[in-house]
């Protein structure tokens, strides 16, 4: 199990779909989960302390389970499947019980937030679906753009900039 923790929410330019991404928490590696507009928004609330007058579902979730006398352990994203992300939440129960309950990753995380659980992501997960900026950013200029960069960047280099400081005085 990978801790992470939610780096942001974004929309997609492209659909406007919602990004959620995570952030591997000792390593630059991120997994981008498309989620709902209103399961954004109850996790975007949560992140910026914005209290709502009644609570939302993930709010009432976690009353409940506390009311229960139980606690939500932490949260799993536990398998990409047919390009959907699948979680389990975990519960301490009173007596010592423990229960794994099937979730949307989105429901899952929300419900992490508001109950301050920690996220995890299986390993196998960020294996298969994980970004790493530099190299995804790298992948997609072609090999004409690369070279004009190339260009620009030995030009960037032949420039002497303490000979524009002196220019200037």
């Known amino acids: 199990m990978i801790p992470v923790s939610i780096d942001s929410i974004r929309v997609s330019l492209a659909s406007s779909s919602r990004l959620l991404l995570l952030k591997e928490q000792d390593a630059e590696r991120y997994l981008v989960i498309v989620i709902g507009e209103p399961e954004a928004e109850a996790i975007a609330y949560q992140m910026q302390g914005i209290e ?93 753009e690369k070279q004009n960069l190339s260009a620009f960047s030995e030009f960037i280099d032949s420039l002497d900039l303490d000979k524009l400081d002196d220019e200037e005085a």
């Open 52 to 144: 709502v007058p009644r609570p939302l579902t993930h709010d009432l979730l976690k009353n409940v389970i506390g009311t229960l006398g139980g606690r939500v352990s932490h949260v799993l994203i536990r398998e990409l499947k047919d390009e959907t992300y699948h979680a389990t939440v975990f519960l301490d129960l009173a007596g010592g019980r423990q229960l794994e309950i099937d979730s949307r990753s989105s429901d899952a995380i929300a419900l992490a937030l508001r109950a301050h659980a920690s996220i995890y992501v299986n390993e196998r997960v960020m294996q298969t679906a994980a970004i790493e900026p530099e190299e995804d950013i790298l992948n997609m200029v072609s090999d004409d």
